[in-house]
């Protein structure tokens, strides 16, 4: 036993004494020095460059470790494709092998977007050095680009192709893939309004019958982030000051085809306006004269755009008495138990602050005085950000900017503040062809060009020409909204019409021109002067009455007429967001020059509400006219009053009214006199929120009556006619379609009645 203990412990012995002899040996670190250094395999990069990028200097002392480290930042450097470092006695030899030359760029696949687009969007260049990394970031920068449209699907793959001298050609190979779409769009935590009503708020929408040509449809996270305040904006305005979006949580299917979006929200309570005051503690302010223009009711729903008018007019007044640097605080006090919010606008100095200057950036076609006229001050005046933000506003509704920020930062001065405006323009023409096919009219084409933003002046161009089997129409229109810099539209156009026997037995000829001038009288209120001529002509008379053989004999007859139209609408503020009131009156007086002679009279007041958790839409519209021939004069066929189209459901065009002989095969001949009122009602059918389809009843009473020549025993006394129907009301990618199926219930004999119509909706 002993002697085996004695083997094994010589035998560990010689082990370790062994291993304790090798470790110098192995642990010491291997040295090099270099009194020379050979480079071979480059082409384009200097040797000084190599070896500055190497940082090894000849006769220094190198471990391995430093020469590792200089091998890594020769081939960090992404101008070779391979390099070793092999060091042959004194000499260090460095082998390189430089990444190819872009020859050129390709892409293959792109259908969505085009090449021009995508060669904005990689940093690779033809005729640069070649880098892998900086292919497969271009790879990824372009399929974001086809998530933004939408295609999330999308892969993009680069792949080079090599060419003699050491190019390649780099061809990115694009599968664009399938635009994955808003499958489903819901709602938790909503009680006070469904998630029918909260959809049709939203920027995105369920992919519908139409998510071929609908883009809305189309999944974009930048939208979903704009669709929170969006809904946060709608809860606001209807009194909902605690509503939260706690996640807008958005889910891709499996196959990636589709996209689940849940809007998780907290609603709170609802809120109303209590008590209203007014406070200040500078002397020279009379708070009783700001408080004639508060409009706040008490007891009305709170709403924000309430209390931001009231700001803007309180400090409107205070610049009309010169008080400069005045601004309106808001002050809240809210009141849990009775849900009530009690303001106080309190009155205070601001600080003396100067606009120094306003600067445009970003406009290469618009004008920048299309710009600044948006804005209400100018440099030198007090500064006022309420102000800064309604010029934001106003710039981003002009429609010629797909972005606009506005900011204000501090001047050359402590007391001097710049206004930067950044905008990124958008196209502002528009080319259009198409076809069109009514009951009426028959098969037509159309031709349009309209531009929003001509020369960059904000002005607008549009032409157009219309033909069908029975009339045509070509038409030219000229707009400066903003004439000599005021907030007044210019408005020029030109129009030649004919027809055809249409829904008559004679042919027509008309030509018109017309200039208008519209400018505000109120915040809600316009007013618009116009001057119109027009030549009129009736011929081709193939079933003859003596009206209509007086009109003929006259031959072609000139209008030469002055006229005034006023319109009020509440819409424009949107104070009340489930209600609204249309008001409008207009005269016109011909007999300035021209043969006709008259004074043509319209008026039309309209309201709309929304009941039922704004589910339910119920419109009222009242409507009438009136024309009154001077000079011994009659009235004309081309200037009477007709009902036609939507102003009265359930009948054809020039379907009712006085007619020829009182048959229902005469010529309608209009009337100088005419009423009518119209009921709407628009509710859900229940089908999903992404059809697009809802249904509405309707109900219009009316008549036509009056004329200055009743020859032949014409009936033009007043008689009412009245429709009822059902409406299906369907929104599609060219526009709002509306089924009407209606049944007349009081016509006379020679009416003419139509049960069924197809119109693009229209309201008020």
Sequence with gaps: MNKIFQRISVVLFLAITIGYAAIPAAAQAQTYRFNNVKIEGNQRIEPATILTYAGIARGETVSAAKLNDAYQRVLGSGLFESVSMEPAGGTLVIKVREFPTINKINFEGNKRLKDDVLGQIIQSQSRRVYSPGTAELDAANITEAYGQAGRYAATVTPKIIRRSANRVDLVFEVVEGKVVEVERLSFVGNR???????????????????????????????????????????????????????????????????????????????????????????????????????????????????VENTIARMERLAIQQSQNFIRVEPRITRNDRDLTLDIEFAIVRGPRVFVERIDVEGNATTLDRVVRRQFKVVEGDPFNPRQIRESAERIRSLGFFSNADVNAREGSASDQVIIDVNVEEQPTGSLNFGGSYGTEGGVGLAIGFKETNFMGRGQTLDFSIDTASESSAAGFAFIEPSLLGRDVKFRFAANHATTEGLNSTYDTKRSEFSTSLEFPISKNGRLQINYVFSNDEIFNLTVPSPILNAEVAEGSVSTSSLGYRFSYDTRRTGLNPNAGIVLQFSQEFAGLGGDAKFIKTTALVGAETKVLNEDVTLRAVFEGGAIHSLGGTNSRINNRFFLNGAQMRGFESLGLGPRVGNAIGGNALGGN???????????????????????????????????????????????????????ILWTTGIGPLRFNFSKALEKQTYDRDRSFELTIQTQF
């Design 673 to 727: 006199l005419f009423a009518v009122a119209r009921f709407d009602a628009e509710f859900p059918l229940g089908l999903p929120e992404e059809y697009g389809i809802s249904a509405g009843l309707f109900y219009d009473v009316g008549t036509v009556w009056g004329l200055d020549n009743t020859a032949g025993g014409v009936d033009d006394t007043m008689h009412l006619r009245s429709a009822v129907g059902i409406s």
């Design 192 to 306: 006070a309004y469904s998630d029918r009503r909260l959809r049709r708020v939203l920027e995105t929408k369920q992919a519908g019958l139409f998510r071929a040509i609908v883009g809305k449809d189309t999944f974009i996270a930048d939208r979903v982030e704009f669709d929170k305040q969006v809904i946060r904006d709608f809860y606001l305005s209807r009194g909902y000051i605690d509503f939260q979006v706690l996640a807008a949580n958005s889910e891709i299917a499996r196959e990636r085809d589709g996209f689940f979006i849940t809007f998780n929200v907290r609603e709170g309570q609802k809120f109303k306006f209590g008590e209203i005051t007014t406070a200040s503690d500078l002397e020279e302010v009379d708070t009783l004269e700001y408080e004639k223009v508060i409009r706040i009711k008490t007891g009305q729903t709170y709403t924000p755009t309430q």
